[in-house]
């Protein structure tokens, strides 16, 4: 079984930056890849950017590509999203999940965790 929890969503203004968090509860992390999405209001859930079970391959959104950055400790089983420079049409809720290949599409994901709201103020 695959638990996830996410953290370190917050309010903060334009420009500024956060860092999310995505804690795993599995035996075998490094068995999984892991993405990150978001869903903003009345929009659909979006994929935003995905990591391979080793870290050496990572793929983004155009949106937040040379803004955002994934990475990962499989030593930690964790995975992070680094949000730079960031702007109000990034406020969304913020989902990791994981599966066992890299996919930009979330249906394609089996494991999701709860959410943590990022809002951007202008």
């Known amino acids: ?38 869903h903003a209001p009345w929009k659909e859930r979006a994929f935003v950017a995905a990591i391979s079970r080793t870290g050496l391959s ?5 949106s937040v590509k040379g803004r955002f950055t994934i990475s990962r ?6 995975v992070y999203l680094q949000m730079n420079s960031l702007k ?16 930009k599409i979330a249906d394609n994901y089996e494991h999701w965790g709860q959410g943590t709201q990022v809002t951007v103020s202008s």
């Open 1 to 38: 079984q695959v638990q996830l929890v996410e953290s370190g969503g917050g309010l903060v203004q334009a420009g500024g930056s956060l860092r999310l968090s995505c804690a795993a509860s599995v035996r075998i992390f490094i068995n999984y890849a892991m993405g990150w999405f978001r």
């Open 73 to 78: 400790d499989n030593a930690k089983n964790t």
């Open 88 to 103: 109000p049409e990034d406020t969304a809720v913020y989902y990791c999940a994981a599966r066992q290949g890299v996919s």
């Open 58 to 62: 990572t793929s983004y959104a155009d």
